[in-house]
């Protein structure tokens, strides 16, 4: 009996064990790897893919070059009333079905997002292939021109745009942080921006008629948004700031101008360790915000008169480096409260963790209209942890004898 209770047990199990009736082969699947959102014709949505060519994938170096072989990836596009018109669409021209699970960026165009952003970000979020980890960024031209552009180092540009993501040299965004900071109270989404730009620098200096250079996918900025509404933008210079205050700064270079009491020159520094702390302070029936911002650098590049051996050096160089720091932050604010007005930075999110109650009573319904007079202290406290092999710069006379 207990023979027979044996086979009958393999006999019931063995045939599940030989794989998913539902599942997809991936030679039936059309890889989507970049995501291109645009506004139409008519009020519509475009909706671009890249899509991956298997067969032409190699290493790095071959798709960047320009040899004439085989292409990586296809472009296809479709126009609808929604996106999921447009993605039916675009599935019937198309032999394979349509897979999002292995998308690397999400790139939005600026009028577009101009109109809101809800749209994108429910498709994206009830589709069962959709992949929240995407990067979701935004561009001021057409998206699509951002997905067309030749990868230099990567063999598909959507996969150097997430490389550079990664980096950490600006914002970090993926579709679920997005649609988390979207749905918190007293809490602006934000994005980084995508633009062309060339690689090669042209100096003004250069003759006339000198070719341009290529360009190339580089994030330099950030989209500001309120709600689900883009309304305005932050540079390069700016976002470093933002990177600041909430505590998302992972590594930069800083380069300082020593008074010129102090015998004037440069220093350039790279950042080792940086972090933030945001702290409301209630008085007279007001709110404040403290931002403590610590950080510590190494010295690359010193041109100044500066002898870093001495404390005393080393005390003005931390003084300026603090100084440079407080003003790239004061300039983002002054972008952000008093020209966009956005609460990016989850200030009204530190007052109700503070004070629950009091954000819900006093502050919550009329954050919009406290935040750009809320009163900011900023305080940076930096350390120079390295000088590197030397302590005075290689240009002073008593170095060159």
Not at 40 to 62: E, H, M, T, W
Not at 145 to 165: F, G, H, M
Not at 182 to 209: F, K, M, R, V, Y
């Amino acid at each position: 009996m207990k023979g027979k209770r044996t086979v009958f047990i393999v006999a019931i199990v063995v045939p599940l064990l030989t794989g998913c009736w539902s599942r997809t082969e991936v030679n039936d699947v059309a890889i989507v790897l970049g995501i291109a959102l645009d506004k139409g014709g008519n009020g519509k949505i475009r909706l671009a893919l890249q899509i991956a060519i298997p067969k032409a994938l190699g290493g790095a170096v071959s798709a960047g070059q320009s040899t004439g072989g085989p292409k990586s990836t296809m472009m296809i596009s479709s126009e609808g009333e929604t996106i999921m018109e447009a993605y039916r669409t675009i599935q019937g021209k198309l032999p394979r079905e349509v897979f999002f699970a292995h998308s690397r960026v999400i790139i939005v165009g600026q009028k577009l997002a101009r109109d809101g952003v809800s749209p994108i970000l429910d498709f994206f979020s009830r589709n069962r292939q959709a992949h929240l980890r995407s990067f979701l960024l935004f561009t001021k031209g057409n998206a699509i021109d951002v997905l067309k552009t030749t990868p230099q180092l990567e063999s598909v540009i959507a996969e150097q745009i997430r490389e550079q993501e990664k980096i950490g040299i600006a914002l970090q965004v993926r579709v679920r942080e997005f649609l988390k900071r979207l749905l918190t109270e007293g809490e602006e989404p934000t994005a980084a921006q995508i633009s062309p730009l060339p690689l090669e620098t042209t100096s003004e200096n250069e003759a006339e008629g000198s070719t341009a250079s290529q360009s190339t996918p580089s994030l330099n900025g950030t989209a500001v948004f309120q709600n689900d509404r883009l309304i305005g933008w932050l540079n390069a210079k700016e976002t470093r700031g933002v990177l600041w205050i909430r505590n998302e700064v992972e590594s930069g270079i800083l380069t300082v101008t020593i008074p010129t009491e102090n015998e004037g020159g440069k220093v350039g520094v790279q950042l080792i360790k940086g972090s933030t702390k945001i702290k409301p302070i209630f008085y007279n029936n007001k709110v404040k915000i403290r931002i403590e911002i610590y950080g510590a650098v190494e010295v690359f590049e010193n041109t100044s008169t500066l002898d870093l051996g001495e404390p005393k050096a080393i005390n003005i160089l931390q003084s300026v480096l603090e100084q440079d720091i407080k003003k790239r932050i004061r300039l983002t604010l002054d972008q952000t409260q008093k020209k966009l007005k956005s609460d990016i930075y989850g200030f009204g999110q530190a007052v109700y963790r503070k004070d629950p109650q009091k954000w819900e009573n006093t502050y919550k319904k009329r954050w919009l209209e406290t935040f750009p007079d809320l009163e900011i202290e900023i305080t940076p406290h930096i350390t120079v942890s390295g000088t590197g092999f030397s302590t005075k710069s290689l240009s002073l006379p008593d170095m060159k004898k």
